[in-house]
């Protein structure tokens, strides 16, 4: 039988990293752990000379686990040490200070509010018809050209880029989180930064870049195909149209060039009632183009299907495993 302390433990947990996310937000840029990966996999990406030989793959899964293990282990030693060298003088205050730190290292994994700091200031150059502003903030979310985009498909992009990243910004961190603690939210996040910078089927990437990409593919297998099942409580909840949302992503899924960004993509654009488009890539949806408000209505959507799973998902796995994983790793410091 697991412990009633740890349990109380592991949601206290994951409701503080929530609560840090609402009100706190993310790490200045220049501080967060995601820029130090970055600058590292930076280094390592200059330093390649031959990219077409089958050992740059080698390097690629080599550079993936010094990413991992080196982030994955500093944030362990940290949690680690704050627990022992606090509960050296009390305990109880040991334990507190081990779940904030915890929950703040593990809100560093995730983000669910973050995007309504660029969304709302396009929405509002949109209402105020700004289009070409908005159009030059929407780039920062998006990677296709956005330079004389007109207000449908500009509520388009940020749709796509909130829902989309439901599964690899929120689902997938927490889920593995769950599973494994902290060196699983760790773990895709590697994997989800990589195949973000070198995901790329080009000359330059497509050996280096296979294994975190294929890597976070495979990660993301479970969120994504169950993304669509916790995107229908939500819009239940919301009074949305929560029947479309799983037959939707069942029958349009397939329509993103990713094998999972579709099943979340299709699920809230359903659920919505609206139409995304990526011209010349893909239509999803039946309804109009959305608007300012559907962007508003997209964000409350995402934002409760992630506290949901975070609440049911995250917290009964964490409970019942992250948390004993953690702290056996934890002991192996030799403080």
Avoid at 35 to 57: E, P, V
Avoid at 105 to 122: L, V
């Amino acid at each position: 039988m697991i412990p009633l302390e740890l349990w109380l433990d592991a949601l206290a947990i994951v409701v503080l990293s929530i609560l840090i996310d609402r009100f706190i937000g993310d790490v200045p840029n220049t501080f967060h752990p995601l820029r130090w990966m970055g600058n590292l996999l930076y280094a390592i990406d200059r330093r390649i000379k031959n990219r077409t030989s089958g050992f740059t793959s080698v390097l690629g899964f080599l550079a993936y686990l010094l990413v991992f293990v080196l982030f994955g282990g500093l944030g362990l030693l940290i949690i680690a040490a704050t627990h022992h060298y606090v509960s050296e003088y009390d305990s109880l205050w040991g334990e507190i200070a081990w779940i904030v730190v915890t929950a703040f290292i593990f809100k560093i994994q995730f983000a669910i509010f973050s995007f309504r700091k660029h969304c709302d200031p396009i929405c509002e150059d949109l209402d105020s018809g700004r289009v070409e502003d908005a159009a030059s903030k929407v780039q920062m979310i998006v990677s296709r050209n956005t330079k004389g985009m007109d207000p449908e498909h500009i509520a388009s992009s940020c749709c796509e880029t909130v829902s989309e990243n439901l599964v690899d910004s929120i689902l997938s961190p927490t889920f593995y989180f769950g599973l494994f603690g902290i060196m699983g939210s760790i773990m895709f996040r590697c994997s989800n930064l990589m195949d973000a910078m070198w995901g790329y089927l080009n000359e330059k990437y497509a050996r280096l870049g296979f294994f975190p990409a294929k890597f976070d593919d495979v990660l993301g297998w479970f969120t994504s195909r169950v993304s669509p099942l916790f995107v229908a409580l939500a819009a239940l909840f919301l009074r949305m149209d929560w029947r479309a949302a799983v037959p939707a992503a069942k029958a349009e899924h397939t329509k993103t060039p990713s094998p999972n960004s579709g099943w979340p993509m299709t699920a809230v654009s359903a659920a919505l009632g609206i139409s995304m488009e990526k011209k010349g890539v893909y239509v999803m949806g039946s309804g109009p183009m959305p608007t300012t408000k559907d962007v508003q209505r997209c964000m409350r959507l995402v934002e409760l299907t992630s506290i949901i799973f975070m609440l049911t998902v995250c917290f009964a796995l964490y409970a019942l495993l992250g948390i004993h994983i953690q702290l056996f790793f934890e002991g192996l410091f030799p403080f």
